[in-house]
């Protein structure tokens, strides 16, 4: 069964350091997502890429972040200069359209930690 | 935004009892309503969905409600077992733009046998 795939499963960086997390979405999928879980909180939504460019962000997803889809697998998340609240797990999802299903398969996670 | 709250967070049951798990939301523009369950050290599984066009769903074990009036909806597991205990989260996602999930703080199910 297809699945989303990310890596690392475990970043530890220093404050200011930049990040990238990175994830292979579903092959056919289209749209492409990233949640973030703070330890004991809800998964927030960070941002959604659809064709090439961000379909929607959140307030948390600001300046720091970005996010590419460097060829036809990966997709990344850049975070330039990490904060120590910045520590969470950061989860990929994709969704083969937005429309019959909306149905968003979830990658295993990446635990940033921040020191 | 929308807002989803969840209770309870920790929900503990006797091997092949019920367990039942709510969900409010505040936006009337979300439509689309999945249950995902999260096991340790894994990202969140689709279990069931439930679109706001029906009341009920349901898959083997597990059925979900929704009542749009009071904007609640629920997950009901029955006969359960200890292969059920995980996290589960309800989200509500309103079908515009991208549609983005909004979670619900999460209830951790512990089946014990």
Redesign the interface.
């Known amino acids: 069964e297809p699945e989303?795939t990310?890596t690392p499963s475990h970043q530890v960086t220093q404050m200011g350091q930049e990040v990238i997390l990175r994830c292979v979405p579903i092959s056919n999928h289209l749209?492409f997502?990233w949640?973030r879980q703070i330890l004991g909180?809800?998964?927030?939504?960070l941002v959604?890429?659809?064709n090439n460019e961000i379909?929607?962000k959140?307030e948390i997803f600001d300046d720091q972040f970005s996010v590419e889809r460097p060829d036809g697998s990966n997709f990344t998340l850049k975070i330039r200069s990490t904060k120590l609240e910045d520590s969470a797990m950061y989860?990929c999802?994709s969704?083969v359209s937005?429309g019959r299903?909306?149905?968003?398969?979830?990658?295993?996670?990446t635990r940033l930690t921040v020191l | 935004g929308e807002n989803v709250e969840q209770h309870p967070s920790t929900l503990s049951v006797q091997e092949g009892d019920s367990a039942v798990i709510k969900c409010t939301y505040s936006d009337s523009a979300s439509n689309y309503f999945p249950w995902y369950k999260q096991e340790l050290g894994k990202g969140p599984q689709l279990i069931i969905d439930i679109r706001s066009n029906v009341g009920e769903k349901k898959d083997q074990r597990i059925a979900v409600t929704l009542n749009k009036t009071a904007k609640h909806f629920s997950l009901h597991i029955t006969e359960t077992q200890p292969e059920d205990s995980a996290v589960y989260f309800c989200a509500a996602s309103m079908n515009t733009g991208a549609n983005n999930l909004f979670f619900g703080t999460g209830t951790r199910l512990t089946v014990i046998p």
Do not use: D, I, T
């Open positions: 989303v990310q749209y997502y949640y909180q809800k998964v927030e939504f959604s890429f659809y379909s929607e959140s989860f999802a969704s937005r299903h909306n149905e968003q398969f979830f990658g295993p996670g």
